[in-house]
């Protein structure tokens, strides 16, 4: 089946012939009955119905659901990981990743090497040493360096490593990291996935072998997610193809017309052949995705001004939902970064992120045009 109608297709509840999946809103499950669902911390229908629609999407043999993305990823890690352990992440991750690798994961007595943005630095560490677990994601958070998954898992199997791939901004409509060699990939399901801004989840998916070790470490940590915000993925991940091939079309668009503008210095945007991973970007994606970054002329007031005059796309620190929204990484998603790793990663104060939403992309640009224009 292709992945337009795998997208759409549930299981028929066999019970009732529901065509959706039921919300099975309850903590435990009446004896003797209750043989394979005793718990719903541990197992509950709705929320494996999404693991299983994970694992089709990213044509893995197991997925798993979680209540945030950061459940996901600190459970992936701390099943992967003990005290001795070495892992290796990149600098330009979402900012909590980064934090729970290189502080928490420290604290434990893992041994965390943080590579700075770019395939070279990344290649040329992951050859250097020996790593448990190395965890990436495809395309990096803000400034969207996209990662040669091909080059890196070959590594990784020599190493004998775990490659776990954060393909949240890919989405498996742009990219299945399992495809170029990963182990494990995860997403913040809070995002393109769900597509509406109104669910928190998270997923992983990969070979049943180590996924049913982190779904034991779910069971055991209670990263488990609820069957309600559940039901909403499932629902808004119907229309993820659908939503997707419009947000990629829109944000090509506006990385265009922002590239052309005055009052705007510089443009990040995979699919621009000015980006430096224009080439990789070619080899590894679909699409390039709905996040752009720019740096307006000026510094953080001239940019917050911006986020604060736009008057269709919304400024909030989440992305990926139908609603385009546009955030300051430096006082928002990466605050926690210390100045020397924003520096390093290329986070300045007139740096803009914007997730481009369906709207349409002629009204997002006279919205960003009046508000560019407005700046002096
Ligand atoms: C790339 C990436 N991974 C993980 C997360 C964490 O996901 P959640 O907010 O669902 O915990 C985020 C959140 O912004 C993200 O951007």
């Known amino acids: ?101 290189s502080d928490f994961l420290r604290s434990w007595g893992v041994n965390v090497e943080v590579s700075k943005p770019g395939n070279e ?6 050859k250097s040493g020996k790593w448990n677990a190395i965890f990436v994601e495809s395309i990096t958070n803000p400034l969207l360096r996209v990662v040669d998954l091909d080059s890196l898992s070959k590594i990784s199997k020599e190493k004998g490593s775990v490659l776990i791939v954060d393909s949240t901004f890919a989405t498996p409509v742009n990219q299945k990291p399992l495809e170029f060699g990963a182990d494990i990939v995860v997403h913040s399901a809070s995002k393109f996935i769900s597509g509406h ?14 996924l049913s070790k982190v779904d034991l470490m779910r069971r055991t940590l209670g990263t488990s997610l609820e069957p309600s915000p559940a039901y909403l993925v499932i629902r808004g991940m119907k229309t993820l193809k ?27 945007y995979p699919g621009l052949k000015s980006h430096p991973d ?10 390039f995705g709905g996040v752009v970054s720019f740096e307006v ?15 269709i796309i919304i400024p909030a620190q989440s992305l990926g939902g139908v609603n385009s929204l546009i955030s300051h990484p430096v006082t928002m998603s990466h605050r926690t970064l210390t100045l020397d790793e924003k520096k390093t990663v290329g986070i300045t104060d007139s740096l803009l992120r914007l997730s481009v939403g369906i709207e349409d992309v002629n009204d997002l640009i006279d919205d960003l045009d009046r508000s560019l224009n407005s700046l002096s």
């Not at 629609?53 to 459970?75: D, N, P, R, V, Y």
């Open 1 to 101: 089946m292709k992945e337009g109608t795998n997208i759409v297709r549930e299981d028929i509840d066999e019970e009732t012939g529901a065509i959706t999946t039921p919300i099975y809103q309850t903590t435990a499950y009446s004896f003797p009955q209750g043989e394979k669902y005793r718990y719903s911390r541990e197992l509950n229908p709705t929320v494996l119905e999404l693991g299983k629609k994970i694992a089709t999407l990213e044509e893995a043999e197991m997925g798993i659901a979680f209540s945030s993305g950061m459940g996901a990823i600190s459970t992936t890690l701390l099943t992967i990981l003990k005290p001795g352990s070495s892992l290796l992440v990149t600098m330009d991750m979402f900012g909590r990743s980064l934090r729970f690798s």
């Open 121 to 126: 630095n990344l290649l040329e560490i992951a």
């Open 197 to 210: 801004n109104d669910v928190i989840a998270g997923l992983a998916a990969g070979k049943a072998d180590i």
């Open 242 to 268: 659908v939503r997707m091939d419009v947000i990629n079309k829109n944000a090509e668009i506006i990385a265009e017309f922002l590239s052309d503008h005055s009052k705007v210095n510089k443009v990040y």
């Open 278 to 287: 224009h080439e990789i970007a070619v080899k590894m994606l679909k699409g």
């Open 297 to 311: 002329k000026g510094g953080k007031d001239e940019a917050i001004k911006l986020m604060k005059s736009t008057k």
